[in-house]
């Protein structure tokens, strides 16, 4: 059974600590989406890779937010330092190119920032 | 950019009844799609929509692209308890990423 798989599903860090999440898309999916989703904004795109070469994130916060795919099987978004206002439900999504709009949704790494 | 406006953002239902939710949308999309969310998980694709006047079926499910290419719409008949959820909307045009409504949260009383 095919799908995306995130980790860790829950962290609690404080404000200031270094926080990466990742993700593993499904298997032959060329395409990764990390998104974030809160009450009040919804799911909001932070950044997305084609063939694990970034192709747009204007979504992310520059000075604090990086994404990466060190390899195929393997996307990473990281968060250095941390913030209360980063405490939010981050999704990784996989699909086979931007062009078709079938995304997967792993199960999600819900951050907390004290 | 892009929004989607996803209406209602929630409804309270009895099970059993029919249950209608819509999406509309400040550009032409060509896809529309539709996600249900359950606690604590991702979101699911229930609907996937590529032409405008498509009509899909999945189940109790049914979903429309609208002519206009601006708006989609979802309906879920006979209620039941598992329908409990938020769903959204999503679309996209061009080669750009999908863009997601803010989500209907559904509640069903048994």
């Known amino acids: 059974d095919a799908r995306v798989t995130q980790t860790p599903r829950h962290k609690v860090t404080e404000m200031g600590q270094e926080v990466t999440m990742r993700c593993q898309p499904i298997?032959?999916?060329?395409?990764v989406f990390w998104y974030r989703q809160t009450m009040m904004q919804g799911l909001e795109l932070l950044a997305y890779f084609r063939n694990r070469a970034p192709l747009d994130d204007s979504g992310m916060p520059k000075d604090r937010f990086s994404a990466e795919m060190p390899d195929a099987t393997l996307a990473t978004l990281k968060i250095q330092p941390s913030e209360p206002r980063d405490s939010a439900v981050y999704f990784c999504a996989s699909g086979l190119g931007v062009e078709w709009g079938e995304l997967f949704f792993g199960e999600g790494s819900r951050l907390t920032v004290l | 950019g892009q929004q989607l406006n996803q209406s209602p953002q929630s409804m309270f239902i009895q099970e059993g009844e029919d249950v209608s939710m819509n999406c509309t949308s400040s550009s032409i999309f060509n896809t529309w799609l539709w996600y249900k969310q359950d606690p604590g998980e991702g979101p699911v694709l229930l609907i996937a929509?590529?032409?405008?006047?498509e009509l899909t079926s999945n189940g109790r499910l049914t979903a429309q692209f609208g002519i206009t290419r601006k708006d989609s719409f979802l309906n879920i008949s006979a209620s039941i308890p598992s329908d409990v959820g938020i769903y959204f909307c999503a679309g996209r045009s061009g080669n750009t990423p999908l863009v997601f409504g803010k989500g209907t949260r559904l509640s069903v009383i048994a």
């Open positions: 929509l590529y032409k405008a006047g």
């Open positions: 298997l032959g999916h060329n395409t």
